[in-house]
């Protein structure tokens, strides 16, 4: 899928939603895709996770890392969407 699509996909969905709609839309490609995605995501995450102490893009390396577990884990995809609204609750006060 191209990416800029895929972006203005995530972005118009319902917050709260967005994230599991992603991963019922992604679904298909195979054992080896899903487990390649699931495992590249987390070594981006971790990867993310030594950034943190470093100036830089940590915690948007984590996100990537997250999103791209999350296209093919169903409970990523619910963490995501459940974190997306406690930032959004924070936000809000």
Known sequence: ???KKAWRELKAGKPGRRFQARHERARGGG???KW???AG???IVLAGIVLLP???PGLLVIAAGALLMAEESRAAARALDWLEMKAR???GR
């Open 1 to 3: 899928m191209n990416p």
């Open 89 to 91: 609750r924070l936000a």
């Open 41 to 43: 995501g987390a070594l």
């Open 31 to 33: 054992a080896l895709r």
């Open 36 to 38: 390649g995605l699931i």
């Open 54 to 56: 470093l100036p830089g």
